[in-house]
């Protein structure tokens, strides 16, 4: 799926393992705002035939789509 840099680094974040509210922190966006990228990347794979309804699927897109490692340790630390 093409994914703007922002989706990108809200997908790395949250298929990492982080909480939605922790990625938003992070990224120094509102929640709302957070959630809103996840629900575009989610259409964007599946307009590209690659649906991605659960957290586990954005994990496995991710890892598909070179933004994680498959064998990198789960992001953690706030």
């Known amino acids: 799926a093409q994914l703007s840099?922002?989706?990108?680094?809200?997908?790395?974040l949250y298929a990492a393992g982080?909480?939605?509210k922790v990625v938003a922190e992070r990224l120094g966006v509102a929640y709302s705002?957070?959630?809103e990228n996840?629900?575009?990347?989610?259409?964007?794979?599946?307009?590209?035939?690659?649906?991605?309804?659960?957290?586990?699927?954005?994990?496995?897109?991710?890892?598909?789509d070179g933004l994680l490692d498959r064998h990198a340790d789960r992001e953690t630390s706030p």
């Open 38 to 64: 996840i629900t575009r990347v989610r259409m964007k794979y599946v307009d590209v035939g690659r649906p991605a309804p659960t957290k586990i699927d954005l994990l496995h897109r991710a890892v598909e």
């Open 18 to 20: 982080l909480p939605l």
């Open 5 to 12: 840099a922002r989706e990108r680094d809200v997908l790395r």
């Open 33 to 35: 705002t957070a959630k």
